[in-house]
């Protein structure tokens, strides 16, 4: 029998799209005992929220995601908000008793990422945090090869996450801007993913210096383009964090990169350069990671060898993931404490910042 | 008022699933005025049918194409199976007075398709060919700028279209590679495609030089792997062209390829090199196909700039394509009368292959 | 001791230079007991050949060739003049028992290069031809690789040459366009090298289907650039290409591909993939061939691992395995019996190309 | 007339056959008034410094630099030893009224760059640095495109230096691992050239944080594997960096890299991406910069466009700026005050990895 698990999801911009998506394509892809059943979706714009609600097909849409949380035929509750929303809604979620499954980063800072982890351990709710990336088949395949050893003792890790779309001067003061909406600029909309991949690919960070940076420190207002607010969040973070392996990396995140729109285009892909080979024919080998039957991760649901995937993909191998854990009652990956841990990290690359010091993650 | 086109669908494996994800996701990331409606899958094993009508939202299943495209409540007939059906279902489609959108290769040989292609002017249907590549954002690109002249006078063609699936000896006798069933082998299945592209950003193919080869002649039964049956297709066809512009071209498929997937793995760039930049910074760019608000083709409605589409996105480009015609009722394109040009230079390759010289273009 | 070789070289433009620079480093980088000797270069033009002398320290400088040739402290002839008088130079230095080592094209047809294989063969004296491409150290890697079985059985192969200096109509009529005095255009040119890479690399060609295409017609004159001449050479080389062994190929040369100056700018790379990996880290590798201590060849003799060499290593190479084979009194390889099998491939090039069919290679 | 400049080398390993090489090569290809003669080479081995001037053409040799820099038939001596004798070697030669030509980094540490550039002003001497991966086309062309204000305001650098060569923790420990000798590991040898680098093409570099690591502290001594000894440098140097002009930056060097030997193995590539270009094709276009005619600095010298030169070319350009400069009695670029500047950063980096604070740059 199939489990049906009714979603609530919170938000319907830039990740409402991707999560509808994810919870309408799962199941007609992957093979699965437990499904989503898109029950309602929230916005504060009733006009928008009915339109994404058509769009996508949700069953009901609400403007009162309050009332909608503590629903009796709701059984998880996706946070897709900008992060100044993320604490209560997933508070009041894992007070109602369900699952919650929140957009990264968990929070605007630690102190709230904190309280959300306390909230969905003291009712006992399984938690999930998207850091889609983590399900791009190419880096789950280099997790994997981590695990095995066959990169051996891990020395370096290299990061970037780097976009160009405020390079232009002129360019509004948009709520990503505004530190009271956002929390951060580029540090947690962008180093957050990639703190997330090192923590999962390299292990713990236990120090970081770093540098952020605002270049841009005025622009014009969205609703009236001749006055001009003051920007409060980084254009930039660059940091050298240390892990508590003994590896050494860098992190780096910016919206300044002319050219670059997200620089993961090659997303099924993945470099791998092995010692062990024979000394003659050693290289970086390019492994298209889109093998079905088992060889790669997650692609056999899709289409065959050589067919490539794209962005949205990574959203639905996470919904596929949350399902397994909820069908097994287990805690999924990566979760809330993955939250928090990353947001420690982040928190410190601020205060380093600040400080002028190395700073330790707590 | 939204206009909603009932499709039915012949054929639920491969292809199958690409049109069905392509029905569904076309009115949820597209703005379109007329819509398709996922009225009735075909296919003639009714396990298989059923379930496939079931994982993607098929109001019904019917094991009999003959009754269903005759229903009065059809539309829009889609033709998915392989390239020996083709002919008697388009046929009969057109005769039904439906739109035929039919998959690649049009028929099994010249014949076939231009008996396709006279059913419906006869019954004066809107027809299309579901050539894909075409509707990848960086090939409808390519052919923006060829048409503007930023190429200048076209040269060279040089298209491969490189598989290795079958370059195991053992590797079974499947019905891919039975000339009753397949029609060819790489040559329909493969070199047909870069033909298409070839023919829609050069044009007019005249002449072909080609050579067939089948490397394996023999192969173990699928049923019986003791026993050994004979391989009636190519294993890879490799041509030489002309077009009518003066352009000279190379045309190859194979799948024989040794690493090579689809070789078409990097489908969200182009590389162009434009020799009106200034001389000391000409070189090839690699542009990132991903940019919305109507800077390139198709991707504005799916996510925002860098974030990359994969294979079955071209599918929901074409179904995209094929409602905008239906609307209008425009002839869309590629249509029938490419089909049967493509068939065309298909078919002088193969008679090229045999009789071992230049073959003109019929 | 230290053999000394006395070495006579007519022609000083650009394969004089090439060659002039590979007597100078030979020397200087590689470990031998047969070193050559700079004591002659010759040319037409008084003034330049002493200049070229003057400039890569030729001990005299001549303007006869003819005399120089028979001259008894002369031990090798150096032929890196235009195609169309290797010929008589090759056939009078094999006369006097010179050692011969000859640019390639070897002639400007097969008749010719017939004639120079009897006389060497006749006069019992060493001849080389100059295929610098094989003595890239990718390329004798690669070699390598398939003698030792790693790639197995080989079916495919695509060589292409490409380069973009006459795609302006009004680029003058200079000798390279000049049937009399460059044989043919890109195929001598260019087609020659990468026939001469299929053969070492895959095998003898059997049959060749080939297009032969002149795009610019008439060109201005060089001395008078408001008259035009007659271009009478190719602008570019097209062929399928069978082989003995069963794979099949493309050869491909012009001078009409925009951006592209040679297309080998990643001369230190080659790109292996592997079969018999395990199935998940499968990929083309890239393979950075600067290992010294034996293990990439040559490359141990210039710089340490990744510190690149370029374009004119290869000559020296050339040279360094001259001098080897002077040495042991061996036949070098490539040779005149290899100059003689590529000028049959390229001349069936050529006739297939007038009669549209596919020609055998004798 | 031709102005002949007796050199005298110091250092005959790795360096001192490039520079030699240099020297031997500049006027063979370059048109110079001004040009070197290979006067006499110094080292401290008798039997190696003889054999090295024998493959090089040095005019003779010498045991004694001491004796060899006061030589009145001697213009200019050139430092290619160990960094722990630049300093008394340089001093010794300013104060013989020579123009000196240094190795980097300049020194072991900031005093003894300080003593060097104050000795040479002291003397009024011509000095210049040996930075040579300034003088590859492709940078000297981004110096040039950034200087034409075609990259618009500069925010980022990113550079790195990645080698691989000791990460076998069984590697022994060498002369580069002893801070005595080598003055510091990846920092001096690796980091000061990308130090160099962002330099000449962002700025003056204001602050630095940076992490030095050894990852193996100890290794097998070179006389007695058996025994071990302790890594004095770095295997690893990390750092961020603020340029004056506002832009932000990271530069890397490591010798634990796998797979990487120097990192630079697309020595004649250039990367662009010009904002200016029309929005629909733009994209990072790959320079080749190899075009003569004054259209790519230096390659005009070598061959025709699209074939490659390597490492060792970068030291025939600088030679031969070197000779212009002298040519002009005009200070070459960089010299000794780039020597300088460099060595304060590299100081300062070593200083923030030990204090854990973000340190400015004097």
């Known amino acids: 029998m199939t489990r049906k698990i009714n979603v609530a999801l919170i938000g319907y911009q830039f990740m409402g799209k991707a999560h509808s998506n994810a919870y309408l394509q799962m199941p007609r892809f992957f093979e699965s005992d437990?499904?989503?059943?898109?029950?309602?979706?929230?916005?504060?714009?009733?006009?928008?929220?009915?339109?994404?609600?058509?769009?996508?097909?949700?069953?009901?849409w609400s403007t009162s995601w309050e009332a909608v949380v503590k629903?009796?035929?709701?059984?998880?509750?996706?946070?897709?908000?900008?992060?100044?929303?993320?604490?209560?809604?997933?508070?009041?979620?894992?007070?109602?008793?369900?699952v919650v499954f929140c957009e990264k980063p968990l929070a605007n800072n630690l102190k709230e990422a904190k309280k959300m982890l306390?909230?969905?351990?003291?009712?006992?709710?399984?938690?999930?945090?998207?850091?889609?990336?983590?399900?791009?088949?190419?880096?789950?395949?280099?997790?994997?090869?981590?695990?095995?050893?066959?990169?051996?003792?891990?020395?370096?890790?290299?990061?970037?996450?780097?976009?160009d779309w405020i390079v232009d001067p002129?360019?509004?003061?948009?709520?990503?801007l505004d530190k009271r909406k956002a929390g951060s600029g580029a540090l947690g909309d962008l180093a957050s993913h990639v703190t997330d991949l090192a923590r999962f690919l390299v292990g713990e960070i236990s120090e970081v210096s770093a540098v952020l940076e605002t270049f841009i420190k005025e622009r014009p207002l969205v609703d009236n383009p001749k006055k001009t607010g003051t920007v409060t969040v980084d254009d930039a973070s660059l940091a050298i964090v240390r892990f508590e392996n003994g590896a050494i990396g860098s992190i780096e995140a910016t919206r300044f990169a002319p050219g670059r729109k997200n620089y993961n285009e090659r997303l099924n892909e993945?470099?791998?350069?092995?010692?062990d080979d024979p000394h003659y024919?050693?290289?970086f080998r390019n492994i298209l990671v889109t093998e079905g039957g088992g060889v790669h991760p997650y692609v056999g649901a899709w289409w065959p060898p050589g067919h490539l995937i794209g962005y949205e993909h990574t959203f639905v191998h996470a919904v596929y993931d949350l399902m397994q854990a909820i069908s097994k009652n287990k805690l999924p990956s990566p979760n809330f404490e993955d939250g928090v841990k990353n947001q420690a990290v982040l928190e410190a690359m601020e205060s380093s910042s600040k400080s002028k010091k190395r700073v330790k993650v707590y």
């Open 71 to 98: 629903r009796k035929d709701i059984d998880l509750v996706d946070v897709s908000t900008p992060g100044d929303s993320h604490m209560p809604m997933a508070v009041a979620a894992a007070k109602a008793g369900k």
């Open 118 to 163: 306390a909230a969905v351990q003291k009712s006992g709710v399984l938690h999930m945090i998207c850091h889609n990336y983590r399900k791009a088949p190419a880096v789950t395949l280099a997790k994997k090869l981590i695990e095995e050893g066959k990169l051996g003792d891990l020395y370096h890790f290299r990061g970037t996450y780097l976009q």
């Open 34 to 60: 437990t499904v989503p059943v898109m029950r309602v979706i929230c916005g504060r714009h009733e006009a928008n929220v009915q339109a994404a609600a058509t769009k996508f097909g949700w069953q009901e």
């Open 281 to 283: 024919v050693q290289g």
């Open 270 to 275: 993945l470099e791998l350069y092995l010692r």
């Open 170 to 176: 002129k360019f509004p003061l948009v709520w990503r």
